[in-house]
């Protein structure tokens, strides 16, 4: 199983970077050449989903991009440190935290549109997007 982590800054302007990284690293892992912008896609809204919550919430942590080659998938898990709390009731400011609640869920839904196996995980220190693909074997050459 080969790993590779990827830690950067919440600055927009990184996750550009973070979407090149998992092309690259699927395209070597064997996704399909076809499914290659959807992934491209889907990491590029995860990281910028994660990087919106660490520069609302304050956080200076790194945002952590996990892509993992397995036997038959490959995967990708975007971490983020920003609390997932449910707002309970309205406070003051309710309207910007459901403005901002109504953009994470629009992240959350091309995500899913692009991605057939997704999980999401929130806590109250962190969460994290985890989207996998299958992998096809190389070409065997004729002995």
Known sequence: ????????????????????????????AGVEEAVLDEVRLAVGEACTRAVGLHQSNGISAPVRVLLTEEEKQFSIEVGDEAPHVGLGGRAPGADEADAEAEEDEMGLAVISGLVDDVEVTARENGGQIRMSWPTVPPATLPA
């Open 1 to 28: 199983m080969a790993t590779v982590e990827l830690l950067f800054s919440a600055l927009p302007e990184h996750v550009r970077t973070a979407r090149l990284v998992a092309a690259a690293v699927a395209r070597r």
